[in-house]
T-cell receptor, first 112, second 116 residues
């Protein structure tokens, strides 16, 4: 099956710092989503980004599908950004409803 | 904003008992999914469901698991005889489209299942 690798596994930053999270995947994908899992366990949709660049406030994401990686940028970090960030991909299989394959996540801690 | 609703938020059960986890997908969505996350690990796909039948399933989704859409709004996951290793957070998700279109999956808040 498809492999999804996220780096770094852990990241500790001071409030106000910027960060870049990376997601590498091993095959062509039809769907790529970034999620934030908050301390209560909820998975919050950040981006649907199988290719290209998107921005939403302090967050932005870029996926280079031909090189099989995606980057999530967080600028001016706040303590509420803490949590685990997951990249998840859906392999193109020609139809139906395929599940997302998740990476192991990046555990981000923002210290005040 | 429409959301996926899951009940209960926490379920405690004895090993060997049957449990049913319930989900109400977003109303205009046609594709439904179950995932699980063992504590401290990544989220794993279990099964997808479309047009009243299973579309895809993973190796985890064995004969102990079943899914059903009993009416026009609910989507359920049943575990027939729970084992200790079934303890996990179970997420329901739904999407408007399938793989061939813009298939954004929206997740519920999860049900934490504790098997004692």
């Amino acid at each position: 099956g498809i492999q999804v690798e996220q780096s770094p596994p852990d990241l500790i930053l001071q409030e106000g710092a910027n960060s870049t999270l990376r997601c590498n995947f091993s095959d062509s994908v039809n769907n790529l989503q970034w999620f934030h899992q908050n301390p209560w366990g909820q998975l919050i949709n950040l981006f649907y980004i199988p290719s290209g660049t998107k921005q939403n406030g302090r967050l932005s994401a870029t996926t280079v599908a031909t090189e099989r990686y995606s980057l999530l940028y967080i600028s001016s970090s706040q303590t509420t950004d803490s949590g685990v960030y997951f990249c998840a991909v859906e392999l193109y299989s020609g139809g139906g409803a395929d599940g997302l394959t998740f990476g192991k996540g990046t555990h981000l801690i923002i210290q005040p | 904003e429409p959301e996926v609703t899951q009940t209960p938020s926490h379920q405690v059960t004895q090993m060997g008992q049957e449990v049913i986890l319930r989900c109400v997908p977003i109303s205009n969505h046609l594709y439904f999914y179950w995932y699980r996350q063992i504590l401290g690990q990544k989220v794993e796909f279990l099964v997808s469901f479309y047009n009243n039948e299973i579309s895809e399933k993973s190796e985890i989704f064995d004969d102990q698991f079943s899914v059903e859409r009993p009416d026009g709004s609910n989507f359920t996951l049943k575990i027939r005889s729970t084992k200790l290793e079934d303890s996990a957070m179970y997420f329901c998700a739904s999407s408007e489209f399938g793989t061939l279109a813009k298939n954004i999956q929206y997740f519920g808040a999860g049900t934490r299942l504790s098997v004692l």
